[in-house]
């Protein structure tokens, strides 16, 4: 569990409260907008009403006793940079801070951001990589060349054994696991026979997962 503050209740900052709660983390809430506060209060720890940008009131939340700090705010880029500015000036470990563009990361990370994170960006990414073909069912980038995807059996390869088709050495994609009803298998090995009504994960270069199963 860890103990994280939270600044900017719009969408996106709503809906990191809620993942944030099911995963079992101490939440504190920051906005300036009251009903915000009050609407997010039965899912976080603690809320409060106020001015993240003014670093006395930024101070007494007490920064640094926080293992992140996320700022999500929306639509006042002026208010996102000196909250990320202010919080790595009091000594917060970690700062995660949102972006919508480019040179917004370029500026938040010269401000104190550690990380920079795109919500729209990458929405817009995996949906359209989701929805632009039958076959991908889920997509997890892990950097700018790897990604996971879950993804149908395709025909040609049911009843096969994954070291039949040696897909690692032909294409570099490893399959990882299979999933059936909502449950993963990751029992498998070269000797494995892909059935017909399972999907599977796999992992390789998003190029050449794009190529294999984007059709």
Not at 81 to 106: F, H, N, P, Y
Not at 186 to 191: D, G, L, T, V
Request: proline share 3%.
């Amino acid at each position: 569990m860890k103990s994280i503050l939270l600044i900017g209740l719009g969408r996106f900052g709503q809906n990191v409260a809620a993942k944030l709660n099911e995963l079992g983390h101490e939440i504190m809430a920051v906005d300036r907008n009251e009903e915000r506060v009050e609407s997010i209060l039965p899912i976080v720890t603690n809320a409060q009403i106020g001015d993240s940008s003014n670093p006395d009131f930024l101070r007494t939340l007490g920064v640094g006793n926080f293992d992140v700090c996320i700022v999500a705010i929306a639509h006042d880029f002026q208010s996102s940079i000196e909250t990320t500015t202010l919080l790595k000036d009091m000594g917060a470990k970690l700062v995660v801070a949102r972006a919508e563009s480019d040179v917004q990361q370029r500026i938040l990370l010269r401000n104190g951001a550690d990380q920079v994170v795109f919500p729209e960006a990458q929405m817009a990414r995996w949906t359209a990589i989701r929805y632009s073909s039958e076959h991908i069912l889920d997509y997890i980038p892990l950097d700018n060349q790897y990604s996971f995807f879950e993804v149908k059996i395709p025909a040609r390869w049911v009843g096969k054994t994954i070291g039949a088709l040696d897909v690692r050495r032909t294409n570099g994609i490893n399959i990882m696991a299979l999933k059936r009803n909502g449950r993963l298998d990751m029992n498998i090995s070269a000797a494995t026979v892909l059935p017909d009504d399972c999907t599977m994960l796999v992992l390789g270069k998003t190029n050449e997962l794009l190529r294999s199963f984007g059709n």
